[in-house]
């Protein structure tokens, strides 16, 4: 069974500093990938996602991922982060084959931003 | 448009009770989740419906958890003879189809269940 496995559960940085946030997948295959945010009394916002194509994904509110096959890896980015990017992030994995369309999640890093 | 809603937000009850927890997809999307957020842990699927097809069962913990999708659209989420367990954040998603994952689930903003 394919699993998602984010190694930190909280980081804290300075407001305009650089941010990443790491993400391991085990899976046999390519999956689909997904980083989504969890503001405090939020649902889920999807920042970005994988599906094929360039390694490099951007998306919402200046957040960026890189896919890494050798790796395995699939890190959020964002070159200076505000105090408003406080918040819960959850990485995502999605089958590609078989009926199964559920998300496999991380465990999430809840991220701290200092003023 | 309107997002997924979810009702109620907040739900306290006792162990051993029932509880129903209420999902109302975005309009005219066909595909529906649950999902569990206990403390300290990711998302753990519970249930997906799409359309009229039979749900997807898998990743309902036990018997006592059920959930039915009514002409569609509104979903309940019903746990019988709740445990201490139980409590955690329940949190429903929808999607437009479910061809394939370039659909984005989008999430309601959850019920919180405490079993005391």
């Known amino acids: 069974a394919q699993s998602v496995t984010q190694p930190d559960i909280h980081i804290t940085v300075s407001e305009g500093a650089s941010l990443e946030l790491r993400c391991n997948y085990s899976?046999?295959?390519?999956?689909?990938l997904f980083w989504y945010v969890q503001s405090p009394g939020q649902g889920l916002q999807l920042l970005l996602k994988?599906?094929?194509?360039?390694?490099l994904v951007q998306g919402i509110k200046g957040f960026e991922a890189e896919f890494k096959r050798s790796q395995s890896s699939f890190n959020l980015r964002k070159p200076s982060v505000h105090w408003s990017d406080a918040a819960e992030y959850f990485c995502?994995?999605?089958?590609?084959?078989?009926?199964?369309?559920?998300?496999?999640f991380g465990s999430g890093t809840q991220l701290t931003v200092l003023p | 448009g309107a997002g997924v809603s979810q009702s109620p937000s907040n739900k306290v009850t006792e162990k051993g009770k029932d509880v129903e927890l209420r999902c109302d997809p975005i309009?005219?999307?066909?595909?529906l989740y649950w999902y569990r957020q206990s403390l300290g842990q990711g998302l753990e699927f519970l249930i997906y419906?799409?359309?009229?097809?039979?749900?997807?069962k898998s990743g309902l913990p036990s018997d006592r958890f059920s959930a039915e999708r009514t002409g569609g659209s509104v979903s309940t989420l019903t746990i019988q003879r709740t445990q201490q367990e139980d409590s955690a954040v329940y949190l429903c998603?929808?999607?437009?189809?479910?061809?394939?994952?370039?659909?984005?689930?989008?999430f309601g903003p959850g019920t919180r269940l405490l079993v005391l």
């Open positions: 899976y046999g295959a390519t999956p689909y």
């Open positions: 995502a994995v999605g089958l590609r084959s078989g009926s199964a369309r559920q998300l496999t």
């Open positions: 309009s005219g999307h066909t595909a």
């Open positions: 994988y599906f094929s194509g360039d390694t």
């Open positions: 419906f799409q359309g009229n097809s039979a749900p997807d």
């Open positions: 998603a929808s999607s437009s189809r479910q061809k394939s994952f370039q659909e984005t689930q989008y």
